[in-house]
């Protein structure tokens, strides 16, 4: 029973950032959106209490920025501020990319700061719900430049996927015929979204997983000279 639990609890401590400081905002924000009617500036308020919430307790506790948590937030305010734009359909195009680029300036802020924002999104699928994967991850971010280089790296990636997009959907919406964006916006942010899994995997987090693998390796046995 005892070696079931562990990696279940390893796994659910992994995910719960995730859950608390992203899944509950979003899914909270479509819910009263979506499945109750609720006005987007008020789904978009209610929603920003559990981050607002997650950040507050993190600082009074630790006197340290839940930076998940504080990127929904600042998503959150950008997309109430965004939503009292009007006019211009050109600009309606343009704002849609705001909440984009937020995200992608803090998560290259993050990633040269030395704190990057997505080791903590990448965690989960690196430690796979086991107990001495997540030990080793540890003992690699505390003692590896290699390996803190590969969690700025992936960070790195995708905010510059996403400002990429950003930038796109800015130009696209002043220069392109707004019927066109209409659609081109989504395939933009679908391609910036394959661009981050695919080049983020194979530079940043297929190495460290391997890495993570190489640290749990038995040592090999050098032979002695008869």
């Known amino acids: 029973m005892t070696e079931d639990y562990s990696p279940r609890r390893e796994l659910l401590n992994n995910f719960k950032p995730l859950v608390l400081d992203l899944g509950l905002p979003l899914g909270s924000y479509y819910l009263l959106r979506d499945g109750f009617g609720v ?43 965004l939503s009292f734009v009007s006019g211009n359909p050109r600009i309606m195009v343009a704002k849609d990319s705001g909440t984009n680029g937020v995200i992608a300036i803090v998560l290259i802020a993050s990633a040269f700061s030395g704190k990057p924002l997505l080791s903590a999104g990448v965690r989960p699928w690196l430690v796979k719900g086991n107990a001495a994967r997540a030990t080793a991850l540890d003992r690699l971010a505390a003692a590896s430049d290699r390996f803190r280089r590969l969690q700025r ?55 460290m997983e391997k890495m993570i693998d190489a640290e749990l390796a038995p040592p090999t046995l050098i032979p002695q000279p008869a």
């Open 153 to 207: 790296r992936f960070t790195l990636i995708w905010g510059v996927a996403l400002l990429a997009e950003c930038v796109a959907q800015v130009i696209g919406a002043f220069t392109l015929p707004v019927a066109t964006m209409v659609w081109l916006s989504n395939v933009l942010l679908i391609a910036a979204l394959v661009l981050g899994c695919v080049i983020g995997g194979a530079a940043a987090a297929d190495p």
């Open 39 to 81: 006005d987007m500036v008020l789904s978009l308020a209610l929603s920003s209490i559990p981050p607002a919430v997650r950040t507050l307790y993190g600082w009074l506790r630790d006197r340290s920025l839940n930076g998940l948590a504080g990127l929904m937030l600042a998503v959150n305010v950008v997309g109430i501020a």
